[in-house]
């Protein structure tokens, strides 16, 4: 399995711009389909972005779609969640995960692989 870890969240005001960071390790990280949720304090996790192995395909809801941008850089072994235009209403811990599947999924439990979630906050 992979371990992924969060990073670059943060506080930010409206309108603003965060890169979060999800860094993996333990195997061949370009072989996993990874994705992008978040959840809100009592809410449902939701997809916000993914991208599948090797750069094939990228998918985003449409509350961000035009706004976020995935990425990811094998040879670092590296996805990012490039945020621009930042609302209040993208407050939430963001999390990614990952699962060795060529495909997309927009359902949270089709991956098996986690981190453990970093907070943004988007200030008013």
């Known amino acids: 399995q992979v371990q992924l870890v969060e990073s670059g969240g943060g506080l930010v005001q409206a309108g603003g711009s965060l890169r979060l960071s999800c860094a993996a390790s333990g195997r061949t990280f370009s072989r996993y389909t990874v994705g992008w949720f978040r959840q809100v304090l009592g809410k449902e996790r939701e997809f916000v972005a993914g991208?599948?192995?090797?750069?094939?395909?990228?998918l985003y809801a449409d509350s961000v779609k035009g706004r976020f941008t995935v990425s990811r850089d094998n040879a670092k072994n590296t996805v990012y969640l490039q945020m621009n235009s930042l609302k209040p209403e993208d407050t939430a811990v963001y999390f990614c995960?990952?699962?060795?599947?060529?495909?997309?999924?927009?359902?949270?439990?089709?991956?098996?692989?986690w981190g453990q979630g970093i907070q943004v906050t988007v200030s008013s």
């Open positions: 991208i599948s192995w090797s750069d094939t395909r990228t």
């Open positions: 995960a990952a699962e060795p599947h060529p495909a997309l999924q927009v359902v949270g439990t089709w991956y098996n692989y």
